[in-house]
């Protein structure tokens, strides 16, 4: 069976890093981009099942990217990630089709629990512990 992509698109490296390490430890494919246009460019060219999306990424925000992303592909699932508490661009995400939101510092088990269970993946690692 083919890995699951999960893109994750945050212009801090440090968020990408850590992602990335969770997420290949649960038996992903994972992809990074720190800014809107390489994030579309592995959508389009990689098809990833799940982003995990910041809403605020220098250029292009993540309201942006996210339009974009359901104009390429409507079936790719969006989680967003955001260090502010701005509830109208929450709402204008989730009107978007993002799934739910986590405001940063978010907690690292109930991210990878919210991902594994849209994705319907337990991997190696069911016991959701670092």
């Given at each position: 069976?083919?890995?699951k992509k999960i893109l994750?698109?945050?212009d801090q490296n440090g968020?990408?890093?850590?992602?990335?390490e969770v997420f290949n430890v649960e038996g992903y494919q994972t992809y990074q981009a720190s800014n809107g246009k390489l994030a579309l460019e592995i959508v389009r060219k990689e098809s990833p099942d799940?982003?995990?999306?910041?809403?605020k990424i220098p250029g292009m925000d993540g309201l942006d990217i996210l339009k974009h992303i359901k104009q390429i592909?409507?079936?790719?699932?969006?989680?967003?990630?955001?260090?502010?508490?701005?509830l109208d661009m929450i709402k204008e995400a989730t009107d978007l089709g993002a799934l739910t939101h986590f405001t940063k510092p978010f907690?690292?088990?109930e991210l990878?629990?919210?991902v594994n269970t849209e994705l319907r993946h337990f991997?190696?690692?069911n016991s959701f512990a670092i």
């Open positions: 069976m083919d890995k994750i698109v945050d968020i990408r890093i850590l992602l990335m799940l982003v995990l999306l910041d809403m592909d409507s079936s790719i699932k969006v989680i967003m990630m955001t260090a502010y508490g701005e907690d690292i088990d990878r629990l919210a991997g190696p690692n």
